[in-house]
């Protein structure tokens, strides 16, 4: 009777934190309260070495291993360091641990698809999908894979991958060719495919990698006959284990376990209550711990649907704590990776007009321009989603241009802005960004009516004039406020702000518009252009009625620092499907410097993987054709001149604009510009803030390729673990240090060369949408 032993884990994030105790751990009194993924490392590579040795080699050169290291999905995306890398440094942590299949989760789709199937290739094991399907060719989208057939113990098994539907609606990003297939048809029709006894597979088990919601796994393992001791199952086509990921929990396990050792989660929790028998494994999170199983495997009469059975599950529930032994040779992975987290950090990621000011006095007591600009993009984070639809929309198929109106707005307070300090004008770095935006809480939507509106703004406005961290950041809306009135009484009026999402050529020209200009030395206009407040319908102050999808922090959702107004509130997007502030920034950046390099190309000379970019670039190539001079919006950034030569004429014939147009030691909005510079042969710059704007880049930072405008060697960093040693031992002896550059001769992404520099320039700007009538009266 052959035993299959597996470890798997899911929703891992973050290379080192903060130890926090998990339900049934062990007390541990260290000192030092972290953990890090080396420990991780150690505890599972110290569990795969018990396995007995197969007698086939695997790719890196080692024995391959009689078990299986299984994922359950999310790894490349939110943490703080994913939002300077995009994933990238999970790669090599991926790898080097082993991983035998994964399954993909929808954070791995944060900063788009094409870039996860760069992330995909670079890894060594196989990704599965098997419920998607793309509608242009009829199967898995490029680099996932139906299922995967290992043998191990003297078995077969087949390995396949559903993802629940719920999810996919979050996702900003996700292709409109992608079809989802329900997973239960899906598990059926691969049953009869991987166990037909005349076909190519013949498997003798069918294990199913899942990202979804606990209930939805019960349901699931109900339905494909996930479940111990059921009568009549060898003949019965299904699944025979569900390994799941998605839920942030402890651990979760089936009660169908014959007998597990230690934690294995709170029994009968909602939604938990038709598993009666189910044969399900969850792990927790965040290289917290680890599951580690074996599945006591039994031969069905011949005939049988099912050749083999689980007659029992054990299994046990690993810790990782602060004085878990660590691998030296993933310390120094982790040195290596974290070495180039801190040496991105000093990259440029914009060029800002004007001051970025996150100083406490300011973003804590008043509105701010640079608070107005985070706010504004956040509220578009979730535009292209499912959930942002129109009502009632749509029908027929999908397309990418099938946009509905998203967020009605976006409240964060002065609080979420830290460094309080000035930044800029000039270059901001992506180690800038991530001092104004430190935190990791995602951002999420909510349901709210009018009255929990305004009582979130008078909860926010209530400690006025103290500098609490509670002032209200908006986008979306316009309040008129009285600080001379009394607490919680302090609005006058909300309103909604209405902004066309889409551009059109007749609205690019208006005067109104124009906030602000300065004239340069040598005759340069840079022309500041910001959309007029216009006031839309009235927020009133009633319960129920009229329902609004509002942007926010969770942290803020939860009801902390006074926000109890936004507590208990319908989640649209929640904690564990939403992104966090500064990789959305990021990708609005990115989007942003990619507009700017293709619209100043005459002819478009690079294909588009979506039909929107193309009508993007088309309509701001025509835009910049058609002028005096390039009007360039606030997707724009200039260039080194070692990369794109400055034209020979003014009318600029093939060539790009330079960073040497904007002097990168510049002191305001209106600092002097070389007259050799780039600049001195245009007469007219225009930055360009809008609704549609913000959208236009996000899109395109979602359905491009980053990788020739992103400063961060991504490719370079896929392949740190390159110099881990090729075998592993429980004791093994630390690696010397790297004497020269780990990434020398290392090839990079199409594009990614050190004289890339693409910069967005934005300017913030405070607008006056929130209205102190009293501001000055003292």
Request: hydrophobic letters at 35%; charged letters at 25%.
């Amino acid at each position: 009777m052959p035993t299959l032993p597996i470890l798997c884990f899911n929703d891992v994030y973050r290379v080192q934190q903060k130890y926090n105790p998990q339900p049934g751990a062990p007390e541990d009194n260290s000192p030092d309260q972290n953990i890090t993924v080396s420990q991780f490392a150690q505890l599972l590579l110290t569990e795969r070495s018990k396995w007995a040795d197969k007698s086939t080699l695997a790719a890196d050169g080692e024995m391959e291993k009689e078990g299986l290291v299984l994922f359950a999905g999310d790894v490349f995306s939110p943490s703080v360091e994913s939002s300077v890398t995009r994933g990238s440094h999970m790669v090599p942590i991926l790898n080097a641990i082993k991983v035998d299949a994964a399954c993909v989760g929808n954070h791995d789709f944060d900063s788009g698809y094409p870039h996860l199937t760069k992330l995909i290739q670079s890894t060594t094991f196989p990704w599965m999908l098997s419920n998607i399907v793309d509608i242009n060719t009829g199967v898995q989208p490029e680099t996932l894979q139906k299922y995967h057939i290992f043998e191990r113990c003297g078995v077969k098994i087949g390995v396949i991958g559903l993802v629940e539907q719920d999810w996919i609606a979050t996702i900003p990003s996700w292709p409109h060719n992608f079809k989802y297939r329900s997973m239960t048809e899906t598990a059926l029709e691969l049953s009869r495919e991987l166990r037909d006894p005349n076909g190519e597979h013949q498997v003798d088990l069918v294990i199913a990698l899942t990202h979804c919601r606990v209930p939805n796994d019960i349901k699931l393992a109900n339905e494909l006959g996930a479940v111990a001791g059921k009568a009549g199952l060898e003949n019965e086509h299904g699944v025979d284990l569900i390994i799941g990921g998605h839920d942030h929990v402890s651990q979760t396990i089936g009660q169908g376990a014959s007998s597990w050792e230690g934690y294995s989660g709170r029994k009968g929790a909602p939604g938990t209550l038709e598993d009666t028998s189910c044969l399900i494994m969850k792990n927790g999170t965040d290289f917290r711990d680890l599951t580690s199983a074996s599945l006591e495997l039994t031969p069905s009469p011949p005939g049988s649907i099912r050749k083999h059975l689980i007659t029992s599950l054990t299994g046990r529930h690993h810790y990782v704590l602060p004085t878990s032994p660590s691998s030296p040779a993933f310390e120094q992975l982790v040195k290596s990776l974290l070495s180039s987290v801190s040496e991105a950090l000093q990259k440029p990621v914009c060029f800002t007009l004007a001051p970025f000011d996150a100083r406490s006095d300011v973003v804590r007591v008043e509105e701010s321009g640079l608070g107005n600009w985070i706010a504004d993009v956040l509220m578009h984070a979730f535009a292209e989603s499912k959930i942002a639809k129109k009502e009632g929309g749509g029908g027929g198929e999908e397309n990418e241009d099938d946009e509905g109106p998203g967020a009605d707005a976006a409240i964060i307070c002065g609080g979420t802005l830290r460094g309080d300090s000035q930044y800029g004008p000039g270059k901001i770095t992506i180690g800038d960004i991530l001092e104004i935006l430190p935190f990791d809480d995602p951002v999420v939507c909510l349901e709210i009516d009018g009255a929990g509106i305004w009582s979130t703004i008078e909860s926010a406005l209530s400690k006025w004039p103290a500098q609490e961290g509670r002032f209200p950041i908006i986008s979306g809306l316009a309040v008129k406020w009285d600080h001379k009135r009394p607490p919680n009484n302090r609005v006058i009026s909300i309103h909604k702000l209405v902004q066309p999402i889409r551009e059109t050529d007749d609205d690019w020209e208006d005067p109104e518009d124009m906030v602000d200009f300065r004239e340069q030395e040598d005759g340069t206009r840079v022309v500041v252009k910001n959309r007029r407040l216009k006031l839309g319908e009235e927020v009133k102050n009633e319960e129920g009625g009229r329902m609004y999808k509002v942007i926010t922090r969770d942290y803020m959702a939860q009801g902390f620092d006074g926000f109890e107004p936004l507590k208990n509130r319908k989640f649209i997007v929640d904690d564990e499907n939403g992104q966090i502030m500064s990789s959305i920034l990021r990708s609005f950046l990115l989007g942003s410097a990619y507009i700017f390099r293709h619209k100043q190309l005459e002819e478009a000379a690079h294909s588009h993987l979506s039909r929107r970019t193309s009508q993007v670039l088309l309509r701001a190539r025509a835009q910049h054709q058609t002028q005096t001079s390039p009007s360039v919006s606030v997707s724009s950034s200039p260039k080194r001149e070692i990369l794109a030569p400055v034209p020979s004429s003014p009318n600029g014939d093939g060539g790009y604009l330079t960073a040497g147009s904007l002097k990168a030691h510049a002191t305001s909005p209106g600092s002097d510009v070389s007259s050799s510079s780039g600049w001195g042969l245009l007469k007219r710059h225009v930055v360009d803030h809008d609704w549609g704007t913000i959208r236009n880049a996000l899109h395109v930072a979602r359905h491009e390729h980053m990788s020739g405008i992103d400063s961060v060697p991504g490719q370079a960093m896929r392949q740190t673990g390159q110099h881990l040693p090729g075998a592993w031992s429980p004791v093994e002896d630390p690696i010397e240090e790297q004497t020269s550059d780990p990434t020398e001769g290392v090839p990079l992404d199409d594009g990614e060369d050190i004289t890339i520099q693409d910069l967005a320039i934005v300017c913030p700007l405070i607008d006056g949408r929130m209205r102190d009538v009293s501001a000055g009266k003292d």
